[in-house]
């Protein structure tokens, strides 16, 4: 069975600090992990996606493997960057399904 | 391109009687998904379908739910005999492959409430 866990259900930091919304999963499988962002009153969309090993927003996240995690980070939150994040997993199926973490709720204050 | 555009945005319907939610996929995508959002919990999948045929139903509950996409026209996902228990955030995606590497386009999603 494949599981995305993001255990912080809320990240609150000031301005221009460090920012780390944290992914674990389990899946035996290679999988492929995505960051989707949802800003207030908007819908869902994709962030970033592991294979493409890209820098969207100043944000960036890499896949260990050995620690089956994805966290996402970026070196200076902006105010802009408040934000529902989902942390998704697509693995073991020919068309995508993702599994979706609960979410985290980053607040960046000024 | 609106984009997936799913309506009503807002549903509210008693106990007892039926949700309809539609999803328009962008133009050119043939293949749609659904995904439920319950309070307090990430978003489910609940069902995948092509162009007339449903592909993958696993997330889908055993009773009371269905979904279709016909030739022509909106996906539908119906609801019959709501429960309180179905309130909650559904939300569609459309791809235009089987195969998007989850970079799906997703809609506004429509919220029921049932009373």
């Known amino acids: 069975a494949q599981r995305v866990t993001q255990p912080e259900k809320l990240l609150s930091v000031f301005k221009g600090a460090p920012v780390e919304l944290k992914c674990n999963y389990s899946?035996?499988?290679?999988?492929?992990l995505f960051w989707y962002v949802q800003y207030s009153r908007q819908r869902l969309q994709l962030l970033l996606r592991?294979?493409s090993r890209e820098s969207i927003k100043g944000f960036t996240a890499d896949l260990n493997k050995g620690e089956t995690s994805f966290h996402l980070k970026k070196p200076f939150a902006q105010e802009e960057d408040s934000a529902m994040y989902y942390c998704?997993?697509?693995?073991?199926?020919?068309?995508?399904?993702?599994?979706f973490g609960q979410g985290t709720i980053l607040t960046v204050h000024p | 391109n609106a984009g997936v555009m799913q309506n009503p945005r807002h549903l509210v319907r008693r106990r007892g009687q039926e949700a309809r939610l539609r999803c328009s996929p962008m133009?050119?995508?043939?293949?749609v998904y659904w995904y439920r959002q319950l309070p307090e919990e990430g978003l489910k999948f609940m069902v995948y379908l092509q162009k007339e045929n449903i592909i993958d139903e696993s997330g889908m509950p055993k009773e009371r739910f269905s979904a279709e996409f016909p030739k022509e026209g909106p996906s539908i996902l119906r609801i019959q005999q709501v429960v309180r228990g179905d309130s909650a955030a559904y939300f569609c995606a459309s791809s235009p492959r089987a195969y998007e590497s989850g970079g799906y386009t997703f809609g506004s999603g429509t919220r029921l409430t049932v009373v």
């Open positions: 899946y035996s499988g290679s999988p492929e």
């Open positions: 998704a997993l697509s693995g073991g199926t020919s068309y995508g399904k993702l599994t």
């Open positions: 133009k050119g995508h043939s293949h």
């Open positions: 592991h294979i």
